[in-house]
């Protein structure tokens, strides 16, 4: 299917989600993740409409940096080695996967402005994802104030890859619950307003549980 047909969906499944949750339409930012796509499907991802883009490999993006440039929002949503760095900061916008403190150092080294970050929390506790645990996010989050070129601007999560919807649903929620506490704080270089959690499998219920952006890849693009 095309872009804007399948995007016209996930547009009707955003509003019924924000009906149920009682929040407006116009708070939810659709990323298209386009690491499985070309960078023919990318752009036909920003004609349809859409604004940022994701993709969880440095090489990946730049591959699509050079023929797109700056025309989309660029996010970095996956793993994040300390060492690549350098090849993406001056590229992306956003990075969803701050989760350590020599990661952190080595974006305060390389930005040369600040860098809006989403601490990338593991709430599921499963071996098999990055993240911090969730009890350790508000100290490490304290230890940046000395970081001018940091921006926490939300917290970042994936659910497990399960169909109980009540599993999905609470590790939302706790990501909820922990955002609301660190925004609660007042921070100036932590202002956590954010939400980065929900993909094409679980999206409309990251929505009601408070995300604020959502990652889309296979519903959007296709795979």
């Known amino acids: 299917m095309k872009v804007a047909e399948n995007l016209a969906f996930i547009h009707e499944q955003i509003e019924s989600a924000c009906l149920r949750a009682n929040r407006d339409p116009k708070e939810i930012k659709i990323i298209a993740v386009t690491k499985y796509v070309t960078t023919e499907r990318a752009a036909e991802a920003l004609d349809a409409g859409i604004i940022h883009l994701g993709e969880n490999r440095d090489d990946g993006l730049l591959a699509k940096y050079e023929k797109l440039g700056n025309k989309p929002v660029w996010h970095f ?43 990338q929390v ?84 990251a929505i009601e549980e408070g995300s604020t952006f959502v990652r889309i890849g296979t519903a959007l693009v296709g795979s």
């Open 122 to 205: 593991n709430v599921s506790g499963e071996q098999s994802k990055h993240g911090m645990e969730p009890e350790k996010v508000k100290q490490f989050i304290e230890d940046l104030k000395t970081f001018s070129h940091i921006e926490i601007v939300g917290l970042m999560t994936m659910a497990p890859l399960t169909e109980d919807k009540e599993i999905i649903r609470r590790t939302f929620r706790e990501l909820k619950r922990l955002q609301e506490e660190i925004e609660a704080m007042q921070l100036t270089y932590a202002p956590c307003h954010e939400l980065s959690m929900g993909m094409s499998n679980d999206f409309t219920i």
């Open 77 to 119: 949503i996956g793993t994040l080695q300390s060492k690549k760095v350098k090849n993406i900061i001056d590229k992306v916008s956003y990075i969803h996967s701050l989760d350590r403190m020599s990661l952190a150092e080595e974006i305060e080294k390389r930005a040369e402005q600040r860098m809006k970050c989403f601490v």
